[in-house]
Nanobody, 119 residues
C-alpha cells in the first residue's frame, strides 16, 4: 500500500521560497497513469488544489499558482517537490501530497505538513 510523507520547513518568512518534499513508499512515482499532487488547506478554508506531476514528468498547475509554484521530481529517491515563491501570510496552510489515478481523484494522502508564513 502506498505511503506518502511530506517534509517542509515549518516556519518561513514572507517573500521567501517554501520547498516541500513528498517521499513516496511502495509505489514508483513513474508508474503508468498515476499523478502526484499538492493540495493545501488554509485556516478556515477548504482544500485547494495547487498542481501535480504525472508519471511521465508532465506538470499541471492551478491558475492560481502558475506564476509562483513549481513541481519537480527525483525519481532516484521516489520523491516529488513543491516550490512556492514569494510567500505571504496567506500561504499559511497545511500542505498535503496525494496520489491520483487517471484523474479519478486522490486516493492516498500524506498526513500533511504545517507551513506558517510569519516574520
Amino acid at each position: 500500500q502506498v505511503q506518502l510523507q511530506e517534509t517542509g520547513p515549518g516556519l518561513v518568512k514572507p517573500s521567501q521560497t517554501v520547498s516541500l518534499t513528498c517521499t513516496v513508499s511502495d509505489v514508483s512515482i513513474t508508474l503508468n497513469y498515476y499523478s502526484w499532487g499538492w493540495i493545501r488547506q488554509s485556516p478556515g478554508k477548504g482544500l485547494e488544489w495547487m498542481g501535480a506531476i504525472s508519471y511521465s514528468g508532465s506538470t499541471f498547475y492551478s491558475p492560481s499558482f502558475t506564476t509562483r509554484a513549481s513541481i519537480s521530481r527525483d525519481t532516484s529517491k521516489n520523491q516529488f517537490t513543491l516550490q512556492l515563491t514569494s510567500v505571504t501570510p496567506e500561504d499559511t496552510a497545511v500542505y498535503y501530497c496525494a496520489r491520483d489515478f487517471q484523474a479519478g481523484g486522490y486516493d492516498s494522502w500524506g498526513q500533511g505538513t504545517q507551513v506558517t508564513i510569519s516574520s
